[in-house]
């Protein structure tokens, strides 16, 4: 979910390969009807498998975009709407799905297979212009070995953050350029309203909280719980990252310990879902139409948790084991409609700008 999910982080630790183009590097313009064009951030990847049995499937090839972070990603497809890169774009969260929506990015389409996914997910039941495709949590992480070391419980909750025991512990990502940054305020804007949200951060920021650009930084730099962190000095044991970042961790080291080094604070996640959606004026909407089917298919939504770190919206789609032992999706995460969002966004992050940054 952008630079987002734990692809990045993997791929920041040089552990894992994402994915720059499929299909062939002969690829025409998606006029060629049998060429399906896939506009993505950085942080999309399926297994080759996968992809190659839905071409031979469906009989079209996949070319695919990636157009930076997901915040990146939807602004240019915003202002290339008229003229689109591609047929499919995939990215949009429910932090932006209203910039989105009102500016008139997405066609109507009901995917095939849309009866498995759960209501929570379909944000825009009525006209169907999105598909949800997968979901996550940010949450604070934190690094076991330094609360132990300190003899120090890991905070549990927002509440906790504040308190002066975790003073000059936490780094998180600028609202205004993060999606993890905007998940967090999000959720602290659902936890304490309109009315405290403002308050809470002016607490935050006198308890030491350090700001920087994007997860990468937050999490690979500054965080001196990931493998990169430790590789890089890190010294924050607090950082806000996903559910998932845990599972990563065990995952990708080697040898692989018995338990993940991270853990999460419970009580500061907040819900993120993500969509794609066949863009408005696609070339090949046809082939747009079968791959968005593909994208809530059993094979696809079972292959993707261990490529880009996030759950399946599927109902009835496995998931992998070190997801249930060391990343459980959040029981009781901040959640907000979409139109809240939409409402106060802007807002909330130039207020949040003022407040923390300035």
């Known amino acids: 979910m952008h630079t987002k999910t734990l692809v990045a982080a993997t791929a920041g630790l040089g552990l894992v390969a994402t994915l720059s183009a499929c299909g062939s590097s002969e690829a025409k313009d998606s006029a060629d009807t049998k060429t ?4 993505s951030h950085d942080s999309w990847a399926v297994s080759k498998k996968v992809l190659a049995d839905f071409e031979k499937r469906s009989g079209y090839r996949v070319r695919v975009l990636k157009d930076g972070d997901a915040g990146q990603a939807v602004n240019k497809a915003v202002l290339t709407k008229d003229h689109p890169q591609g047929d499919v774009f995939f990215g949009v969260d429910n932090t932006l799905l209203s910039r989105a929506l009102d500016n008139g990015l997405f066609q109507p389409y009901r995917a095939a297979g849309l009866d498995q996914v759960g209501a929570a997910y379909q944000l825009d039941r009525a006209e169907h212009r999105v598909t949800p495709v997968d979901y996550g949590d940010i949450c604070v992480n934190y690094d076991k070995k330094y609360f132990a070391d300190h003899k120090l419980a890991p905070p549990a909750s927002f509440d906790d953050l504040v308190k002066p025991a975790y003073k000059n512990l936490l780094v998180t990502e600028n609202a205004s350029t993060s999606s993890p940054g905007l998940g967090f305020l999000l959720g602290s804007a659902a936890r304490y309203g309109d009315a405290g949200w403002e308050g809470y951060w002016k607490k935050l920021k006198a308890n030491g909280v350090k700001v920087v650009d994007g997860w990468e930084q937050a999490y690979n730099e500054e965080f001196s719980g990931s493998a990169g962190g430790k590789k890089a000095g ?5 950082v806000v990252s996903y559910a998932s970042s845990p599972p990563a961790e065990v995952i990708y080291a080697d040898p692989r310990p018995a338990t993940a080094p991270t853990g999460v604070a419970a009580g500061t996640c907040f819900r993120q879902v993500e969509f794609a959606g066949l863009l408005s004026n696609a070339k090949n909407s046809k082939g747009g139409k079968a791959f ?3 994208l809530v298919s059993q094979e696809f939504q079972e292959d993707m948790p261990l490529n880009m770190f996030v759950y399946p919206v599927r109902q009835g789609a496995a998931v992998p084991a070190e ?10 995460p901040q959640t907000m409609a979409p139109d809240r969002i939409a409402a106060h966004r802007d807002q909330w992050v130039a207020s949040w700008t003022s407040i923390v940054l300035k």
């Open 36 to 39: 399906v064009t896939l506009v």
């Open 234 to 238: 890190g010294d924050r044991p607090l």
């Open 292 to 294: 968005l089917d593909f």
């Open 323 to 332: 997801f249930t032992q060391f990343g459980p999706a959040a029981k009781d």
